[in-house]
């Protein structure tokens, strides 16, 4: 029998940091093909329902029932790709011209968090996410006045998700891939399909494609 052992070399692991965004557009039917987000500084995680609905019977607690979860969460960045202007409710009138208020776009996002421990870098390890079917909320921009000590406006976004389908399990707005538990060789074909190549495109993989690469 082994004994339980707490801090052992090698396992004080902690996660950290946020970069390496990618934008996808969802467009007639399809996401688009990825493209960067620059200027990504947080992407707060804010999942919700999964509450306990309690059952009684014969005079005391039968059971309990959790209702569905939700992924949703906050987008905070100094800048944000053009393309995602659609998706903030914005479009191009004429070249130059932006007109605010109009449909929202969905779109998926894909964003890396690095992995460290007591014996590795945490740049060595990482965890990437992929988000489907976010719908970004209007949020509040500020504008200040350039005084002694200058900062670049901060934009922040809430979003909201609709689940897509996984084979096998119930539907999810969120999938996270982590390098060190995968095969090295599924990994870099996981990686090229989602990054691209120089002969193809950066594409969102859905949970379908996930299964056939990583198989």
């Not at 949703?72 to 659609?86: L, N, Q, R, S």
């Not at 200058?150 to 707005?173: I, K, M």
């Amino acid at each position: 029998m082994a004994i339980l052992k707490w801090d052992a070399i090698g396992e004080r692991k902690y996660e950290l940091g946020v970069d390496h965004g990618i934008l996808f557009v969802f467009d007639n039917g399809a996401y688009k093909n990825g493209v960067v987000f620059n200027g990504l500084t947080s992407v707060q995680e804010s999942p919700d329902g999964a509450e306990a609905n309690d059952i009684w019977a014969d005079n005391m607690k039968y059971g309990s029932i959790r209702s569905a979860e939700n992924f949703k969460g906050t987008i905070e960045a100094y800048m944000y790709p053009p393309e995602f202007a659609e998706c903030d409710g914005s479009i191009t009138l004429v070249k130059g011209v932006t007109v605010t208020q109009q449909t929202r776009k969905h779109f998926g996002l894909a964003y890396r968090s690095n992995i460290g421990s007591d014996t590795t870098d945490w740049s060595e390890d990482y965890r990437i996410h992929l988000v489907y079917g976010a719908t970004a909320s209007p949020s509040e921009r500020n504008h200040e006045t350039v005084n002694d000590s200058p900062e670049p406006a901060q934009l922040s976004w809430e979003f909201d998700t609709v689940p897509t389908p996984v084979p096998g399990y119930r539907n999810t707005a969120h999938i996270y891939v982590t390098k060190s538990e995968c095969d090295p060789i599924k990994f870099k074909a996981f990686e090229d399909y989602l990054i691209g190549t120089a002969t193809t495109e950066s594409q969102l993989p859905m949970p379908e494609k996930l299964k056939e690469l990583f198989t």
